[in-house]
């Protein structure tokens, strides 16, 4: 069994950046593909960012040249950074750990983009 918890979620004015943070324990969190999800009110969860075992990295084109992601496999902790935040990325956002049939949820951090 693996537990997330996610952290570093906010309010922040257009323009400005946040890191969000996803501390894993209960596993061998190397061996997982991460990903970063976000969910609006009244919208279905979407990925925003996914990082392989080895590093790779597929990023929503809406987010593309503003948001990265990251891992520390040394501190079992994933990272989403987001700079030059627009209104539109306001919303729940949630890591998920992913290796063959298991698949991991943390229970969300909240990002609000106003001014």
């Known amino acids: 069994q693996v537990q997330l918890v996610e952290s570093g979620g906010g309010l922040v004015q257009p323009g400005g950046s946040l890191r969000l943070s996803c501390a894993a324990s209960?596993?061998?969190?190397?061996?997982?593909?991460m990903g970063w999800y976000r969910q609006a009110p009244g919208k279905q969860r979407d990925l925003v960012a996914r990082?392989?075992?080895?590093?790779?990295?597929k990023y929503a084109d809406s987010v593309k040249g503003r948001f990265t992601i990251s891992r520390d496999n040394a501190k079992n902790t994933g990272y989403l950074q987001m700079n030059s935040l627009k209104p539109e990325d306001t919303a729940v956002y949630f890591c998920n750990l992913v290796w063959g049939p298991y698949d991991y949820w943390g229970q969300g951090t909240q990002v609000t983009v106003s001014s």
């Open positions: 209960g596993s061998i969190f190397s061996i997982y593909a």
């Open positions: 990082i392989t075992s080895s590093g790779m990295t």
